[in-house]
């Protein structure tokens, strides 16, 4: 039982998390500590979203000195509950009940079906109350259901934070921030988020907090309910720098994709923003189980449709990922001569191209005389068809800008390789989920066409050469099938190539003990409170 215990913890290798905050003057180290301890506040009341028993098992165990009584305790700060999230949520505590899919957002005792029937009774402004992200759904003392907001079931918590996030602002020179995080502290009072996560949408500030409730998925009934979360960051201005300038020569790669010249989209929508920035705290929602390397928010349509959406992407967390599980799968997977060609500038800039990807090629399309969408045509293949488009397109859009000098010399010995070996991460994961069959799809092209090849001792090489001409073909046998609305194409696609083949699975075998992911230690975060304590 301890055994096994450990072999689940060891799969997420625990790494020191640093963010450099040396430049941040007194003030604003006093506000980023005071965010921290905001962020603190949402670990235990996450905990209490995700199931009622957890503070109270949370209890028990912080009292259970045995090894094996320490070792649960770990494991259920790593999963935030008793339930191993990369096991299919298998329970691991004595005494914990299967995870309920309906987290603690409904009255126990009730049922799916007792909901959905009392949300088909209620007025349209009720139901858009009850359905909302910000209320739980609770029995009144006559045993119905009732709608009770966030405001008022979390009142406690909310109050610290909102405090919290008041003296930050009180800290701070930096206007932006200034007012995401009063407004933000306004949200939590009044339960209306709009203008903060449009304040959010708008910080400009070397400080870079989110905070708050916004991902869905932890409501596994209806996807309804928002649990809360922290990233506190801060900005990591070169990256930034370094993305504005690769962002500028989107229309420039899109004029040059390798698809028919009628497919291209001559005027390109002004980019999202990116922000690249590193952790210093994170916590609830945003910090259990395999660690988010990037996020996309906020999910209101209504900002969403005026503002657009953000995405940040966290290089700290990248670069622990890639020392700790990267680096170690190149060790097994590549061919000794080929380990030499695995970087992390070449990781982190096919991730920046990757998001740029999604943005461009085929979106909007013409299928006969009808106008409709590559996601409408390609009903469920489109996650996995897409997730591989954005993946090899980011190799050829590497590769173009290697051409034309805009990045660095070094990138075209690393990418294809480093790519390689974030090909074998993914598929750890499982061809189920989108990533997962997209890379599958990618690897099974480069060995059918010989840009990638594997040795008689099972090690995995890349041909360079005929790697840059199969990102080539790829990309453009893709993309077209996203022009034409492909369907057909796409699940023949995933058949033949969205699998693991044997030799795949030799080398997936030989990963077993490496780990899967990482559990970081906050040590800038713990260093700043100590010295704001003091
Ligand atoms: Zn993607």
């Given at each position: ?10 799969r997420?290798a625990?790494v ?277 390397a ?23 967390n990248q670069e622990a990922k890639f020392r700790m599980v990267l680096q170690p799968i190149a060790r097994v997977a590549l061919s000794t001569a080929d380990q030499g060609n695995v970087a992390f500038d070449a990781f982190f800039t096919h991730i920046?191209?990757h ?36 993946d090899?397109?980011g190799l050829?859009?590497v ?11 070094s990138l075209s010995r690393t990418v294809h390789t480093t790519f390689l070996v974030s090909i074998f991460r993914s598929l750890r994961f ?5 990533h997962g069959?997209?890379v599958a799809?990618q690897l099974?092209?480069f060995l059918?066409?010989?840009g990638v090849t594997v040795a008689?001792d099972g090690t995995f090489s890349v041909n360079p050469?005929?790697m ?32 693991v083949?044997?030799e795949v699975q030799v080398v997936l075998d030989r990963l077993r003990d490496i780990p899967v992911d990482i ?16």
């Amino acid at each position: 039982m301890l055994q096994q215990l450990q072999a689940m913890t060891a799969r997420f290798a625990p790494v020191d998390l640093a963010a450099d905050v040396t430049a941040l003057p007194p003030n604003e180290r006093r506000a980023l500590a005071a965010l921290v301890e905001a962020a603190k506040v949402l670990d235990a009341l996450f905990l209490r979203q995700v199931w009622a028993g957890n503070e109270t098992m949370l209890l028990a165990l912080l009292g259970d000195q045995s090894d094996l009584g320490r070792a649960r305790l770990r494991y259920f700060l790593i999963n935030k509950g008793p339930w191993s999230r990369l096991d299919d949520n298998e329970p691991f505590v004595p005494g914990a009940p299967a995870k309920p899919p309906q987290a603690n957002f409904y009255p126990a005792g009730a049922s799916k079906q007792e909901v959905e029937a009392w949300i088909g009774t209620l007025s349209p402004a009720e139901r858009v109350s009850a359905t909302g992200f910000f209320a739980t759904i609770r029995r009144d003392s006559d045993g119905r259901l009732t709608t009770v907001p966030y405001t008022l079931e979390y009142q406690g918590e909310i109050a610290q934070v909102a405090a919290r996030l008041r003296e930050a602002a009180t800290q701070t020179g930096q206007p932006t921030l200034r007012a995401f995080l009063e407004s933000r502290a306004d949200a939590l009072m009044s339960n209306d988020y709009y203008a903060s996560d449009v304040a959010w949408m708008e910080l400009d500030s070397s400080i870079e907090p989110t905070i708050g409730p916004y991902e869905v998925y932890e409501d596994e009934w209806f996807n309804y309910k928002a649990a809360f979360g922290a990233f506190i960051t801060i900005r990591d201005d070169v990256e930034t720098a370094r993305l504005a300038r690769l962002g500028a020569e989107r229309q420039e790669i899109e004029n040059n994709l390798p698809i028919d010249p009628k497919y291209r989209n001559p005027t390109l929508g002004a980019l999202a923003p990116i922000r690249v920035v590193n952790t210093v705290f994170s916590s609830g929602d945003a910090n259990k189980g395999v660690q988010t390397a990037a996020f996309n928010l906020p999910n209101d349509e209504r900002v969403i449709a005026e503002k657009g959406s953000k995405s940040v992407m966290l290089k700290n967390n990248q670069e622990a990922k890639f020392r700790m599980v990267l680096q170690p799968i190149a060790r097994v997977a590549l061919s000794t001569a080929d380990q030499g060609n695995v970087a992390f500038d070449a990781f982190f800039t096919h991730i920046l191209m990757h998001e740029l990807m999604h943005g461009l090629g085929p979106h909007s399309i013409t299928v006969g005389t009808r106008e409709t969408t590559v996601r409408y045509e390609l009903k469920e293949t489109y996650s996995a068809i897409e997730e591989a488009k954005a993946d090899v397109s980011g190799l050829f859009a590497v590769q173009f800008l290697l051409n034309r000098g805009t990045l660095d010399a070094s990138l075209s010995r690393t990418v294809h390789t480093t790519f390689l070996v974030s090909i074998f991460r993914s598929l750890r994961f499982g061809l189920n989920e989108a990533h997962g069959c997209g890379v599958a799809i990618q690897l099974n092209y480069f060995l059918d066409n010989g840009g990638v090849t594997v040795a008689s001792d099972g090690t995995f090489s890349v041909n360079p050469g005929r790697m840059r001409q199969n990102v080539i073909d790829l990309t453009r046998r893709i993309m077209t099938l996203q022009a034409v609305g492909g369907y057909a194409d796409a699940v023949a696609m995933i058949e033949t190539l969205g699998r693991v083949r044997p030799e795949v699975q030799v080398v997936l075998d030989r990963l077993r003990d490496i780990p899967v992911d990482i559990e970081p230690r906050f040590v800038t975060a713990e260093a700043l409170l100590a010295g704001a304590a003091q």
